[in-house]
T-cell receptor, first 108, second 111 residues
Framework: SQQGEEDPQALSIQEGENATMNCSYK?????LQWYRQNSGRGLVHLIL?????REKHSGRLRVTLDTSKKSSSLLITASRAADTASYFC????????FGAGTTVTVRA | EAQVTQNPRYLITVTGKKLTVTCSQN?????MSWYRQDPGLGLRQIYY???????DKGDVPEGYKVSRKEKRNFPLILESPSPNQTSLYFC??????????FGEGSRLTVL
């Protein structure tokens, strides 16, 4: 399996701004998933993008996938204080693996 | 309500005292997995199970055991806990597409 590597490690933005975080991975995947973790809680699935998809939207979330570059990005638009959390990408080859995540702080 | 339930949520124990963290899911998922989360290291997979009686090692299996005698349950066993197993543990189960549903976590401290 492979870990996704998120970048940046931490991000601080003002409420209403957009937050973008990136994920790189190493080998071929079936899909790539993004998860959110509020402090110390269990991870919550946000969105899944298949290897043959390039972009996917869900509410204020936009995910892109570039399999030629082995990278993905997660954009959160019009951020809110409730978006403060850690975000993890998880490339899925034969199983899911997680990196260290991006910690997002949304300032009121 | 679809959920993954872990117990205990918090535990302080001493080196060498065997303990079991239980995990149960009510979604009829075949795949279940255990992770540990440590600061700066993200989530690392300990063991996973593709179905009843089918288990396999993840990335950090040393010091842990699991069993899968029923589809809904996947307990994590620490036969002789050591301080380096102090961590936040998560159980998860998965749909066929690989989407994971996580429990709320079990914070374990080994003194």
């Amino acid at each position: 399996s492979q870990q996704g590597e998120e970048d940046p490690q931490a991000l601080s933005i003002q409420e209403g701004e957009n937050a973008t975080m990136n994920c790189s991975y190493k080998t071929s995947i079936n899909n790539l998933q993004w998860y959110r973790q509020n402090s110390g809680r269990g991870l919550v699935h946000l969105i899944l993008i298949r290897s043959n998809e390039r972009e996917k939207h869900s509410g204020r979330l936009r995910v892109t996938l570039d399999t030629s570059k082995k990278s993905s990005s997660l954009l959160i638009t019009a951020s809110r204080a409730a978006d403060t959390a850690s975000y993890f990408c998880a490339p899925h080859d034969y199983k899911l693996s997680f990196g260290a995540g991006t910690t997002v702080t949304v300032r009121a | 309500e679809a959920q993954v339930t872990q117990n205990p949520r918090y535990l302080i124990t001493v080196t060498g005292k065997k303990l079991t963290v239980t995990c149960s899911q009510n979604m009829n998922h075949e795949y279940m997995s255990w992770y540990r989360q440590d600061p700066g290291l993200g989530l690392r997979q300990i063991y996973y199970s593709m179905n009843v009686e089918v288990t396999d090692k993840g990335d950090v299996p040393e010091g842990y055991k699991v069993s899968r005698k029923e589809k809904r349950n996947f307990p994590l066993i620490l036969e002789s806990p050591s301080p380096n197993q102090t961590s936040l543990y998560f159980c998860a189960s998965s749909t066929n597409t690989g989407e994971l549903f996580f429990g709320e976590g079990s914070r374990l401290t080994v003194l």
